[in-house]
């Protein structure tokens, strides 16, 4: 994502910053006399309370950010939607055709699963486009142009929550980057006249003088960071803010050491972690160094999440003629779907129907006798969903 090209003039937190202007603004006006000899009067205190107030009520990056998971939320809903009705389609060209039929290799589509956002509107378009054509041909299979017409109806709403997703993030660039700049503008007044009260009260009045530094010769103790978590969702570490930090410094585990991937007065980081499981740590930084790391944070993420694996069916000794259906736990993985297709001896897979969800890595099943009985599992976490597991079967 873009980030901001202004740089912070000032170390203090933003709440620091507003806190000590609205300060300022009382010690100005305490001091009215002296400070009229630089043209600086009580219109000149109204408007820097007010640019104080302003920047105070400026959106903060955790409620940008926040409306970016809304949109990501509402852009993952509708691609689920468009996903599902995708593959009502196809499956209906796979009836007709085949999965090996030129006809079919003319959707253009292979596993709608893996497709990302961009891929996933093209798909659909070009879905819609050539069902249409093949309209005729898979109308004994169930297509209609009602169903195409709320196709193409969706295809457009999930197109809308993509750009509604950019507009949010651009959102959020465009607000970092005026915070910054409003900081900035605060931060230079108050530098500008606290320059002023120091210079009046210099060698004359040291408690006064003073109320004009801006940053106390003691940064003050740090704690580690509380809090520090990874949200899926946005992809960000988040952390709560230490009491005297000015900034903070997150780390990630290489082989046996920890190396920097970001240093900032941030209380927040978005990042794309590499596949598998990964280390992490923050610690809290002031004019006095650094403070203690928290807790190292272990977090698991992929980039796709992978199937469940080793998936096996055994009859269980507590309840005969239930089975018991195993599979390798995924890392991140939420929920499990148990899907099950019922067929004569020997014959291969057909429709799959649900048995039911859970969170653990086994589900106990009940099987048809005289039948083959295949499973299969699917996976998801908060934001993504897995191709289905490899196939298990048993004959009772």
């Known amino acids: 994502m873009a980030l901001s090209d202004t740089k912070r003039e000032y170390t203090m937190s933003n709440a620091e910053l507003c806190m000590f202007v609205s300060n300022l603004c009382n010690t100005i006006t305490r001091d009215t006399t002296e400070f009229t000899d630089y043209s600086v009067d009580a219109a000149t205190v109204t408007d820097l309370k007010a640019l104080c107030d302003d920047f105070g009520d400026f959106p903060t990056d955790k409620e940008l950010l926040a409306d970016v998971g809304i949109a990501a939320g509402e852009k993952n809903l509708k691609a689920i939607e468009l996903r599902n009705a995708m593959k009502n389609i196809l499956v209906r060209a796979t009836n007709k055709w085949g999965i090996d039929s030129p006809y079919y290799k003319k959707f253009g589509v292979g596993a709608v699963s893996r497709l990302n956002?961009?891929?996933l509107l093209l798909s659909a378009r070009r879905v819609n486009r050539v069902a249409k054509d093949y309209l005729t041909e898979l109308t004994p299979f169930g297509l209609t142009t009602a169903i195409l017409n709320e196709f193409l109806v969706l295809i457009n709403d999930f197109e809308e929550t993509l750009n509604g997703l950019d507009d949010a993030i651009a959102e959020r660039d465009i607000k970092r980057e005026?915070?910054?700049?409003k900081g900035n503008e605060l931060y230079g007044l108050a530098v500008k006249y606290c320059n002023i009260g120091k210079q009046l009260w210099a060698n004359v009045n040291p408690a006064k003088y003073d109320d004009y530094v801006i940053y106390s010769p003691d940064a003050g103790a740090l704690k580690s960071p509380e809090n520090f978590f990874f949200d899926f969702y946005?992809?960000?570490f988040w952390w709560d803010e230490v009491r005297n930090a000015t900034s903070y410094q997150l780390q990630m585990a290489d082989g046996e050491?920890?190396?920097e991937i970001y240093s900032g007065s941030e209380t927040s980081y978005q990042f794309n972690p590499p596949?598998?499981?990964g280390l992490y740590r923050v610690r809290a930084r002031n004019d006095n160094g650094f403070g203690p790391f928290g807790e190292i944070l272990e977090q698991w993420y992929y980039a796709v999440l992978p199937p469940a694996s080793n998936l096996q069916i055994s009859e269980t000794e507590i309840e005969p003629g239930k089975y018991n259906l195993t599979w390798d736990a995924v890392?991140?993985?939420?929920?499990y779907s148990?899907?099950?297709?019922?067929v004569n001896y020997g014959q291969p897979f057909a429709d799959f129907s649900l048995q039911g969800k859970t969170a653990e890595a086994h589900f106990i099943i009940t099987v048809e006798s005289g039948k083959r009985n295949y499973f299969?599992?699917?996976t998801k976490n908060q934001t993504q969903y897995a191709l289905p597991s490899e196939l298990v079967w048993v004959e009772v």
Do not use: C, L, Q, W
């Open 117 to 119: 956002d961009k891929d």
């Open 178 to 181: 005026e915070r910054a700049k």
């Open 234 to 236: 946005f992809k960000t």
């Open 257 to 259: 050491t920890f190396i």
């Open 275 to 277: 596949d598998g499981k």
């Open 331 to 335: 890392p991140t993985a939420t929920e």
């Open 338 to 342: 148990i899907y099950r297709s019922v």
């Open 376 to 378: 299969r599992v699917n």
